[in-house]
């Protein structure tokens, strides 16, 4: 398992701004698995919500992994090959997505492994120029290159590049060390859920708000499709994912209330300082009537 990053490195300013604007350079946000065989597509494409099979040998998609009644397991970064597939997981759950899979595996010839190399990634503007000085390929897919696989994992505008490899060759190469609470802020900012935190066993993926990106309703079936199907033809979810920014500078904790009115209309799942909008910010799940821009109360 990944070990979490220092909360800074001595520098939260700094390194937020590295993130943002040159090249930050975090580790323990992910894990890699792979799976590996010549059933290693057709397997994984009868699972992911994501259409596997369609995509291109060297690219980079995103996907749900779902449990049999639609309900949120694991959000991947997939990185299809030939006969074989990586799985980018959120620290602390690929160990779970892997048993997940091994469920369903059976008279195929794929097998799941965990791969044992740290992953550490590059955010910003400048990740291209860090990959090309460390001599490593750049592009909108992924790529071995002498024992190190480097994919594409972009944060909605912002270039973010994941490294399975000593991170050494990165710092090196110009990639400015950023800790837990500059990364955070920045995910936070970029609406980016976290597996664990603020998407768990009890989530379905409409309340996420991200099926758009993580769901191909053009391709055949898979684990958990009905849900998903159903609520995406003709339902709607009770609550979703929200970014929410305070008007005042402190710092709630995870799991506080979100109050709209009088009621208790959701709860806090991540927060940090956003330096970009000069005000701490959240990311919340809430009921479905609290409307983008509506003022709400934290308790």
């Known amino acids: 398992m990944s070990e979490r990053p220092p909360d800074t490195f001595g520098d939260v300013t700094g390194e937020y701004l590295a993130l943002r604007r040159e090249a930050g350079l975090v580790s323990g946000h992910r894990e890699l698995l792979w799976v590996e065989g010549a059933d290693a597509v057709g397997f994984l494409d009868g699972l992911l919500s994501q259409d596997l099979a369609g995509a291109a040998p060297g690219s980079v998609v995103r996907s749900f992994l779902l449990e049999p009644r639609g309900k949120v397991q694991s959000m991947l970064w997939v990185l299809r090959g030939e006969d074989r597939a990586g799985l980018l997981a959120d620290a602390g759950t690929a160990d779970d997505a892997a048993a997940h899979l091994e469920r369903f595996r059976f008279r195929v010839d794929a097998a799941v492994r965990h791969d044992e190399r740290p992953v550490a990634e590059v955010w910003g503007p400048a990740a291209p120029a860090v990959l090309e000085a460390a001599g490593l390929p750049c592009s909108d897919g992924w790529a071995d290159a002498a024992g190190t696989t480097v994919a594409s994992i972009p944060l909605g505008r912002l270039p973010r590049v994941a490294v399975a490899a000593d991170d050494g060759v990165l710092e090196a190469a110009g990639a400015r060390r950023s800790g837990w609470l500059a990364s955070e802020a920045v995910r936070i900012e970029g609406g980016e859920p976290r597996v664990g935190v603020d998407v768990d066993g009890t989530t379905i993926p409409h309340e996420t708000g991200m099926t758009g990106a993580l769901v191909s309703f053009t391709k055949g079936c898979y ?53 970009e909008l000069r005000a701490p910010v959240g990311l919340a799940t809430v009921r479905r009537e609290v409307a983008p821009g509506d003022p709400v109360t934290l308790r």
Not at 240 to 247: C, D, F, K, P, T
């Open 223 to 275: 684990l958990g499709q009905e849900l998903v199907a159903r609520i995406e033809s003709r339902g709607h979810v009770n609550r979703l994912l929200r970014g929410i920014v305070l008007a005042e500078n402190v710092l709630p904790p995870p799991g506080a209330e979100v109050i709209a009115g009088d009621e208790v209309a959701g709860t806090l799942t991540s927060v940090g300082e956003s330096l």
